[in-house]
């Protein structure tokens, strides 16, 4: 791994999406509206508005990242330029490193205008820190860009790369506690959200939101950031020098 | 001469159950421009693809600048045009080239060089995606002559372009190959085959002939090369 080539992808990668504002918009403006509509059909105190509002605010990122790094992903894979890339002197993680900086710094700036309305003006509350949530956020969305690196792979054309995204996140976020507490689902049902890495993110969220920054906090966070590990590694095993 | 700067020995090549390539040997001299020409479906991607490390292959052996064709150390040494135009059709020609530059480790001044060499220069600003297929071509082609590389692979690079452009490019591959490069360069139109120093044609993935155009000339007693393609093609069957 090179510092000067992965930070030469990350670049190149952020000067695309700055050719596309109405995508920068959308992804922006999107978990912006989706708050407000929390907040007015509930009611600025009503539980449910701070209940789902942090988890919102921190899952949003690990859905809009997921989507918009597996297709544009795939796109490389597609137009050739992957393949030339793989002729030059770089290392794969420099790719995948690359990608995840370049959609972290956009999560900075979702997350942060997201916060900025939902804390600011719509009157959300939280007791511990929002900068953990903020931050949290921002992790769950390395975290969505590296999986849809991943499933990038096994998508041939871009309606199965959107296909990708009910398919790997509708049943995590079903499961992952927000709908239904982890300790009222059926007993199968816990068991496959134990697998799911979203319901950690969301655990973590939750306990960021309830200011219980214990070690089953900690262990949350550390599960989130190893599954981040994990889905590198598996997308760089997708990542081929030489292909059939 | 010296040793080649490719050697293809017995190279086996399945791509979807098909025997591409069943066993091909073949030589590309160093300093050369040899032009690798056959019908659309003859193979050559394949073996360029070989040739530049990306292809997986079933057998044989593929050497490049006397190191196993896709060793790591040839990737600064070896440029590639891939077919299709490989660049991103979002980012302006500029953006493409510096990005590539970035990866390479080389300057501003080689994106400029580069531009140069393919007349873009007034074109460095454009989108991509809003340029012409053949101007497209050329931003591709630029990219492959960033690192100043020892061997340029190009696939197809004057499909499309202008019969002066075309002039201008093979008269840019015989600069580069005057300073040492090796350049192959794949075609599927025949009358470019006399801007080669050396032939390969191929075709349905087997070796016509490996010659001089006057070889080819003198071996088929035709003057034009593509009556002496159609000769080879009925000698073998």
Known sequence: ?244 | MSDPAIRVDRLHVVRGGVDVLPELSCEVAGGSVTGLLGPSGSGKSTLIRAIVGVQQVAGGRVDVLGAPAGSPALRSRVGYMTQAPSVYGDLSVRENLRFFARVLGRDAASVERALADVSLEEYGDRIVNRLSGGQRARVSLATALLGEPDLLVLDEPTVGLDPLLRRDLWELFHRLADRGVTLLVSSHVMDEADRCDALLLLRDGKLLAAATPDELRAQTGEQQLDEAFLRLVEATG
């Not at chain 1, 205008?113 to 900068?131: I, K, M, T, Y």
Request: hydrophobic share 60%.
């Open chain 1, 1 to 244: 791994m090179t510092p000067r080539v992965t930070w030469a992808v990350a670049r190149r990668v952020l000067q695309q999406l700055r050719r596309d504002p109405r995508t920068i918009a959308l992804i922006i403006g999107v978990p912006c509206l989706l708050e407000f509509l929390l907040q007015q059909l509930f009611g600025r105190n009503s539980p449910v508005f701070q209940h789902v509002g942090a988890p919102l605010l921190g899952l949003f990122p690990f859905v809009t990242m997921f989507l918009v790094t597996s297709i544009t992903m795939l796109r490389e894979r597609t137009s050739g330029t992957l393949e030339r890339l793989m002729t030059m002197p770089l290392a794969k993680v420099d790719v995948l490193a690359g990608y995840g900086i370049a959609f972290a710094l956009l999560a900075v700036v979702q997350a942060t205008v997201v916060s900025l309305l939902a804390f600011g003006l719509l009157g959300l509350e939280v007791a511990g820190p929002q900068w953990v949530v903020v931050a949290l956020a921002v992790a769950n969305a390395v975290l969505g860009s590296t999986l849809g690196l991943f499933v990038s792979a096994f998508a041939q054309t871009e309606f199965q790369a959107v296909q990708f995204m009910p398919a790997v996140v509708f049943p995590q976020f079903l499961l992952c506690g927000l709908f239904v507490a982890r300790d009222e689902m059926a007993t199968w049902l816990r068991w496959i959200s134990a697998v799911f890495p979203l319901t950690y993110a969301y655990d973590a969220l939750a306990r960021a939101a309830a200011d219980m920054l214990d070690a089953r906090f900690a262990l949350d966070v550390a599960i989130v950031c190893g599954c981040i590990v994990l889905a590198l590694v598996l997308g760089a095993a997708t990542l081929r020098r030489r292909t059939g």
